[in-house]
Structures are given as structure tokens and as C-alpha cells.
């Protein structure tokens, strides 16, 4: 059971996993991380591979899931998921698509303001747009371009009373791995091979 609010969906992992972030020195901003956004901001379009690792408490061996990402600027956003079932969540334009078999669910991101912020701050990320991302998380970034991570800690309590913290690891403008932490002790770790 989810002893700390609403569990984190599908749609969540998906969009964390596609984002390139980096890491400088461990403040909040500075020279390194505004670099790294400038960065971000170039990026129009990006695909990567990924799997997944979810260590769920009401579970005794973690969910593995492999496919792959696809992101286009500024508000597209694609997590395939191959295996061990087909299925795919899309973030397009604000809302939040599932498709699981020949079901799909639909979303409008403003009908459910416990994951907006959430999902806004990774679109923010990805569009390099340190302003929009600081509403949200407090941002710890360290490291360099080369090789950096960045801490994300949920300013809303509302969202901190799910979401413990975010840490992002990666090279320049590509996201290697993905942790994502709750607040009842479920965690996924999700790893990222960006392809060529």
C-alpha cells in the first residue's frame, strides 16, 4: 500500500526518463547550471533507449521494463514500453495519453493538479527553463558538463507528500539515469542510452 499519497503514475516515470541534465558546483544556480539549460534549450528532438528497475514495497522482486523515449520541443514527449508488455504513455500539448492494449486513457494535465507540477518542472528541463523548474523543485546541481547531477526537491507540499527527491545523472545535453524517490519508501531507478 501507498502509505504516503497518491502513487506516481506510469506517465511520471516516462517523462523523467527522457530529460538531459547536468551538474556543476551544489548551488541552486551559477554559471555551470546556466549553461547546462542553454544546452537543454537546443535541443529540438531526442531518442534514447531505456530500462527500468520500480522497487515497490507491496513487492519482493522490483518491475523491470525496457523500450524506448522520444522527445520534441517544446511539449512532446514518448515512453514506449516493449517489454514485459507493449504499451506507450504520450505527453503532447498538455495532455497525458495511455495506451495499454486497445485501451487508452486520456488526461488533461490541468485536471489534476497533484501531477501538473511534477510533469511541468521535466518539460521545463528538457526546454532548458531554469525559472519554470525552480517553482517547483529546489535545484541541486553539481558536477560539470562533462559529467553532472542534478537533485530535485519538491517545494510544493503537496508534491513532497509523494515525491521525496528526483536525481538526474548525465553527460552535456544526454540523460543517463533517472532515480526517482517517494515519500513511502518506492523508488525507480530508470537507466537512458541515447541513440545516435
Not at 495506451?99 to 532548458?128: E, F
Amino acid at each position: 500500500m501507498n502509505r504516503g499519497g497518491a502513487r506516481l503514475g506510469p506517465g511520471v516515470a516516462l517523462l523523467l526518463l527522457a530529460s538531459p541534465l547536468t551538474h556543476a558546483d551544489a548551488t541552486a544556480s551559477g554559471p555551470g547550471l546556466d549553461q547546462l539549460m542553454s544546452l537543454l534549450a537546443q535541443r529540438r528532438h531526442g531518442e534514447a533507449l531505456f530500462s527500468e528497475e520500480k522497487y515497490l514495497s507491496v513487492l519482493k522482486q522490483p518491475l523491470k521494463s525496457s523500450g524506448e523515449l522520444i522527445y520534441d520541443a517544446p511539449d512532446h514527449l514518448e515512453q514506449r514500453t516493449l517489454t514485459p508488455k507493449p504499451q506507450s504513455v504520450v505527453l503532447d500539448h498538455g495532455v497525458l495519453s495511455m495506451h495499454v492494449g486497445s485501451h487508452v486513457r486520456t488526461l488533461r494535465l490541468a485536471d489534476y493538479p497533484q501531477l501538473a507540477p511534477l510533469i511541468d518542472s521535466i518539460r521545463a528541463t528538457l526546454a532548458g527553463d531554469l525559472a519554470a523548474l525552480q517553482r517547483v523543485f529546489d535545484v541541486e546541481y553539481s558536477g560539470s558538463l562533462d559529467q553532472w547531477q542534478l537533485h530535485l526537491t519538491p517545494r510544493d507540499s503537496h508534491l513532497g507528500a509523494m515525491l521525496l527527491q528526483i536525481e538526474l545523472r548525465g553527460e552535456r545535453d544526454a540523460v543517463r539515469e533517472v532515480q526517482v524517490r517517494q515519500r513511502d519508501g518506492d523508488r525507480s531507478i530508470m537507466h537512458v542510452t541515447p541513440r545516435e
